[in-house]
């Protein structure tokens, strides 16, 4: 069974950064794909970031240039560095795993920016 764990969440001023973390049961490295998503109170869960087994990113065009993802084979996490964040980015965050065997979704951080 995958297990995905996330950590790193917590209240951050406005303009501030966090750093989310995804230990993963699975090979990042393996993995079709990993991911980010995000859902506020009253939405949709909506993506913010992605990464293919061949290191191709992807993001959502709200967290362009502000948030970063990226992985570390040797320990089977992701990251998600979020830089300059805004009230409207407060959600709680999912890590999401890609592979032939299925579409796998942790927990979940929950991440608020407010001052």
Request: aromatic share 8%; charged share 15%; with cysteine.
């Amino acid at each position: 069974q995958v297990r995905l764990v996330e950590s790193g969440g917590g209240l951050v001023q406005p303009g501030g950064s966090l750093r989310l973390s995804c230990a993963a049961s699975l090979s990042v490295a393996r993995a079709g794909s990993m991911g980010w998503h995000r859902q506020a109170p009253g939405e949709q869960r909506e993506l913010v970031a992605t990464m293919t087994r061949d290191g191709t990113t992807n993001y959502a065009d709200s967290v362009k240039d502000r948030f970063t993802i990226s992985r570390d084979n040797a320990v089977n996490t992701v990251y998600l560095q979020m830089n300059t964040l805004k009230p409207e980015d407060t959600a709680v965050y999912y890590c999401n795993a890609k592979n032939l065997f299925g579409n796998y979704w942790g927990q979940g951080t929950q991440v608020t920016v407010s001052s």
